[in-house]
């Protein structure tokens, strides 16, 4: 999704499928960067505490 804000490409989905989701992050180059890895955990996080 390059740059383009997570929560954009997510309501196209939404509106596409009829369905909304349960949890969504977005994940640019940098995210995978090794100096990044707190952002990269930080946002696998908000991920998994949605099914806590």
Known sequence: ????????VV???AK???R???AFAGFADRDF???NRSL???KIGSI?????
């Open 16 to 18: 596409e499928s009829g």
């Open 1 to 8: 999704m390059g740059d383009t804000d997570p929560a954009k």
């Open 40 to 42: 990269y955990l930080g």
């Open 48 to 52: 998994v505490e949605r099914f806590r």
């Open 11 to 13: 309501a196209a989905m």
């Open 20 to 22: 909304q989701p349960t």
């Open 33 to 35: 960067e090794a100096g």
